[in-house]
């Protein structure tokens, strides 16, 4: 079993900033996606920010120009720098990675973060 570790949320003004990390619990073999999903109470999970291994990006509409994703792949890990924060912004942050491991086989996991939350005040 692959495990997520994140850090990084907290609280801070609107317009301020924050760099959100995740990392696997263990050595992977291969890591294809990246991602950044937020999710605000009574809502569904939204897609905030994803990283492919050849370092395609993509980001919601809502946060395009404030947030940027990026990967270590040494460090088997992925940020996401928040900046101009909106009291929108808002919200439990999940980390997401879809890969592969070896232990005594190849086993594919998509495993998540256990959520870090993000909070704006106006």
């Known amino acids: 079993q692959v495990q997520l570790v994140e850090s990084g949320g907290g609280l801070v003004q609107a317009g301020g900033s924050l760099r959100l990390s995740c990392t696997t619990s263990k050595r992977v073999f291969n890591i294809n996606v990246m991602g950044w999903y937020r999710q605000v109470s009574g809502k569904q999970r939204e897609l905030v920010a994803t990283?492919?291994?050849?370092?395609?990006?993509n980001y919601a509409d809502s946060v395009k120009g404030r947030f940027t994703i990026s990967r270590d792949n040494a460090k088997n890990t992925v940020y996401l720098q928040l900046s101009s924060l909106k009291p929108e912004d808002t919200a439990t942050y999940y980390c997401?990675?879809?890969?592969?491991?070896?232990?005594?086989?190849?086993?594919?996991?998509?495993?998540w973060g256990q959520g870090t939350q993000v909070t704006v005040s106006s």
């Open positions: 997401n990675v879809i890969g592969s491991y070896y232990s005594g086989r190849y086993y594919d996991f998509d495993a």
């Open positions: 990283i492919a291994s050849g370092g395609a990006t």
